[in-house]
Each structure stands twice: as structure tokens, then as C-alpha cells.
């Protein structure tokens, strides 16, 4: 198993947290002390919750949280932490985050915005919109090319069977992952992370037989998206999703900046206990985007509520399908749901949204018509967005006391 396998969560953890819940009756460290809080003070709750994340040992360096009910009725961000540690910046709820894979869901509403104007259709072969010289043999899957067979649609759902650049490994080598740890100041182009699944690693099964997580396919989906519009991914982000919506605080790193200047930068990341911020900025990760927690929110419940596509599109994103228990897959969204019984001890009820390799998490309760961003800031924390959405759902459950 990769030990960098961050944008999945590990069945082994769930269970670990079901069996703490009923066994022992514990509730989350940060939430231990709710007995001496009024009933009226859920900030308070929330500002413990978030707290009790960063700290010593295997604590994040920094946490920020959003939580808003849908209805409008509630909208909190809270922070705790250093941002940057260079400096000793203070984290704040305003600090902008890499929000690492949760990208994915932006990019798959822009294909999505295509997909209603006609400008594409999810069964189009990707080689109607990307050259030759880019696809050609990326995936020969025992003596088999089916390169040109590939569609927009396997791409979005991670059908395509095409190898993960970012964690796979080439026989005998290393992951792009470990060498940007060895080499963090290595520039790569836009197409270089393509070229090295398509040229040194084997994919994993026939398009449309099976799912597997794999960045290559959303960088795929980029290069279609600019051949489609003309014009740089950035840009496009920019016309189809941040100023519609008033993203004044998201951009794309190392190509854009925000529409209105922060005066701080991105939160520090770590892996392990190394800082790998500049890694996280390094061209190799292409688009990348960084937001602050509350305009993630934002972005989620306007696509929820069908401001940015109808929500019959919105309704074939959720065509779920297996990924990796307890995680289904759609067109560039992740669904979170237990089975009953763990759903109902654990506090945790179905999710819609995206998780990051960075802790960072967007996600949207229909059962609590509740929406819940931010990030831990550490890689390999899978499970901790988990625990402190569980925290925060327990808060705002039918019965509890705020």
C-alpha cells in the first residue's frame, strides 16, 4: 500500500472510530469539556472543536472550519494555529488554504457548464479535443491500446483505468510525490505529469470496467477544458466560477492572483514534520487552487442550490458508483456514507463533496442541511476532517443542545 494515500479514507481508521464511540462513549478530545459550556454557546463549541486539532504530537500545525446551515440561518469560520511558521503568523479565518484535490469538483462543474452549452458531450472521445502526441499510448492495458476510446465521462469518474501519476509508481522507481520531496525546486509543464503516467507507469484495467483514483485523469480534463474555450485553465476558472459567484479570495497559485489582495499567504502544509508548503506551490500540481474555508462554502452551496449549473446536472454528477469503502465517486464528487448501523453510532451521516491530500474538506449533510469546509493543513490526516465534521454534526443533530 502507497503510504502517501491521502484522497482515500482507510476502512481500518472508521472502524477504530465506530468502536470508540460504543465502546467507550468518548467523544472527541476537543469536544470533552462541553458539559461546562452554556447550551446557547455552539460558537464556543465550534472554537473547541477547531482548537483541539492543532497543538503537539500528531496535532496539525494549523485548522480553520466553515459551517453554515443552508437555510442561511447559521454561518461560523473559526481558526486556531500558526499559518506560517517562518513568521509565526497567526492562523485566522480569513488565511487562504490549498485546497488541494477538492479542486476536482471545481473543475468537473466546468465541464459540467460545457456540457450544458453544448460545447461537449461525456461520451466524446478525448482524443476529439487533446493531440495525438499528448495521448497516444497512455493506456495499452495488456497489448491493448485503447487510447482513443477513452471518454470525457470516464475521465470525470475515475473509469478510465488510466494510472495516478501523483502516487503510482514506475517499476523499480519512485512517485512524482517522493520526488518532489527530493527535488521541491524541479519546474514542471503542464503536460510533463501526463507524460509520466502515459510513459512509465501501466494503467490499471480497461476504460469503464472498474474505478481507481487518478489525478492524471483530471489533468486531462484541464487540457480539454482549455482546448475547448481557448483560453488558459486559470482564466477560465476565473469567467465560469470565481467572479460569478464573488470569489474575491480564490485563485489559482503561481497563475492568478485574488481579486481583491490578501495580505497573507497560504497556510503552511506539512508531511510528517516537514513544512512542504513550497512543494504544494510547485508547478507539478497543475491547476492548483487556493481559497479560504467560508468562500468554499459558498462555492458549495451555489452549486447545491443550482446557482452555477441546474440541478438536473448537478443530479448527474451524483451517479455514484464504488471507489474505496466507505467513498463513492460521481463526476468529480465524492460521497461519503456508511452503512446504518456504523452511520448511526459513529454521529457521521452521508457527505457530499471532496476531501483533499492536504486535510482539506468540502462537504454538504442533506440530512442536516449543513455545508462544512476547511483543512487540517497536514498531509496523511484522512480521517481527522472526518472526526471534526463529526464533531460539528453532532452539534447541530436534531435533539442536541447548542
Not at 166 to 172: A, C, D, H, M
Not at 191 to 211: H, S
Not at 245 to 265: A, C, D, F, K, M
Not at 357 to 382: H, N, P, Q, R, W
Amino acid at each position: 500500500m502507497i503510504v502517501y494515500q491521502t484522497k482515500r479514507i482507510i476502512i481500518v481508521l472508521i472502524v477504530a472510530l465506530v468502536a470508540v464511540t460504543v465502546v467507550c462513549g468518548l467523544l472527541l478530545v476537543s469536544c470533552s469539556n462541553r458539559s461546562n459550556l452554556s447550551p446557547d454557546a455552539p460558537n464556543a463549541k465550534l472554537e473547541q472543536l477547531v482548537s483541539g486539532q492543532v497543538g503537539s504530537g500528531d496535532s496539525a500545525g494549523n485548522c480553520v472550519l466553515a459551517v453554515a446551515k443552508g437555510d442561511g440561518s447559521y454561518f461560523w469560520v473559526g481558526a486556531a494555529g500558526i499559518a506560517n511558521q517562518k513568521d509565526q503568523v497567526p492562523m485566522t479565518k480569513d488565511t487562504p488554504i490549498y485546497i488541494a484535490s477538492i479542486l476536482k469538483l471545481y473543475t468537473a462543474t466546468v465541464i459540467m457548464q460545457l456540457y450544458e452549452k453544448g460545447a461537449l458531450s461525456l461520451d466524446d472521445p478525448i482524443s476529439r479535443y487533446l493531440p495525438e502526441g499528448l495521448i497516444k499510448g497512455i493506456h495499452v492495458y495488456k497489448g491493448k491500446d485503447y487510447s482513443q476510446e477513452i471518454t470525457i465521462r470516464q475521465l470525470l469518474s475515475h473509469t478510465s483505468g488510466i494510472a495516478d501519476y501523483y502516487t503510482k509508481k514506475p517499476k523499480g522507481g519512485k512517485s512524482i510525490f517522493e520526488t518532489l520531496l527530493e527535488e521541491p525546486e524541479r519546474i514542471w509543464t503542464d503536460n510533463e505529469t501526463i507524460e509520466w503516467a502515459r510513459d512509465k507507469l501501466k494503467p490499471n484495467f480497461p476504460p469503464g470496467t472498474d474505478a481507481s483514483y487518478s489525478d492524471t485523469n483530471f489533468d486531462l480534463l484541464g487540457k480539454i477544458i482549455e482546448s475547448i474555450t481557448g483560453q488558459p485553465l486559470h482564466i477560465v476558472y476565473e469567467d465560469f466560477i470565481f467572479r460569478p459567484l464573488g470569489l474575491t479570495h480564490t485563485w489559482v497559485i503561481e497563475r492568478s492572483t485574488p481579486q481583491i489582495p490578501i495580505p497573507t499567504s497560504p497556510a503552511d502544509v506539512f508531511y510528517k514534520d516537514r513544512n512542504i508548503t513550497n512543494i504544494r506551490s510547485n508547478s507539478a500540481y497543475w491547476p492548483y487552487i487556493v481559497s479560504t474555508s467560508e468562500e468554499m462554502v459558498l462555492f458549495l452551496k451555489a452549486l447545491n442550490e443550482g446557482k452555477i449549473i441546474s440541478k438536473d446536472t448537478l443530479q448527474l454528477m451524483h451517479n455514484w458508483h464504488k471507489l474505496e469503502f466507505p467513498i463513492q465517486y460521481g463526476y468529480g464528487t465524492m460521497y461519503f456514507k456508511l452503512p446504518p448501523l456504523m452511520s448511526k453510532m459513529s454521529g457521521l451521516t452521508p457527505l457530499w463533496g471532496h476531501s483533499g491530500s492536504t486535510g482539506s474538506f468540502l462537504y454538504y449533510s442533506e440530512d442536516l442541511d449543513l455545508y462544512m469546509a476547511g483543512s487540517i493543513d497536514k498531509v496523511g490526516s484522512d480521517i481527522k476532517p472526518f472526526m471534526l465534521m463529526r464533531g460539528v454534526m453532532k452539534l447541530f443533530a436534531p435533539g442536541s443542545t447548542k
